[in-house]
């Protein structure tokens, strides 16, 4: 009985394939020579939410309150400090019935992530739509930190206000990274 070999198949075993010259797979997880193309590893919402609430202890500690009120400003050094680099921290002191523009994505960082955290007193973040009627209002509660989204508006049609509800001055503070 003799044995029949399709044209299609190899006469000889197959050829082991050599990662050689494939520079992909050779070197994945190498560093590369090239600095765009290093790896920046963005912060977690979780990292945001850490820094937002030991940057606020830290503040409330300190009693280094910002001193002009009604403008986003950057944070003490000692609130910053637990921070990373990615990160910005700022701070807002608002008088009882003020309000400042929340926080406004700009269209180079679409991506970035945001978070509040309520220092003092008492705020809520008003979102409105582009003919001036109010969306949703959510209280920045005591102890907790709140991550914030694009308005509902959508950005450029919608708008985020930062209001102080109470009858002290609210300081509240930003992570954004």
Do not use: K
């Not at 010259?21 to 020579?33: E, F, K």
């Amino acid at each position: 009985m003799s044995r029949q070999v399709s044209p299609t198949a190899l006469a000889e075993p197959a050829a082991r394939v050599s990662l050689e010259g494939i520079g992909d797979v050779v070197d994945a997880g190498a560093r590369s020579g090239y600095a765009h193309l290093s790896e920046r590893c963005a912060p977690t919402l979780g990292r945001l939410c850490s820094a937002a609430r030991d940057a606020a202890a830290d503040l409330a500690r300190s009693s280094r309150w910002p001193v002009r009120r009604g403008r986003w400003q950057p944070a003490p050094h000692n609130a910053r400090r637990h921070a990373g680099e990615r990160m910005r921290v700022s701070v807002v002191a608002l008088e009882p019935n003020s309000f400042v523009a929340g926080p406004r994505v700009p269209g180079h960082r679409r991506g970035s992530l945001e978070v509040l955290h309520l220092v003092g007193g008492r705020a809520h973040l008003i979102d409105s739509g582009p003919d001036g009627w109010m969306r949703s209002a959510a209280e920045l509660a005591p102890g907790r930190t709140r991550v914030v989204g694009t308005p509902a508006g959508g950005g450029r049609r919608g708008h985020q206000f930062l209001v102080n509800t109470g009858d002290e001055v609210a300081v509240v503070l930003r992570v954004t990274a």
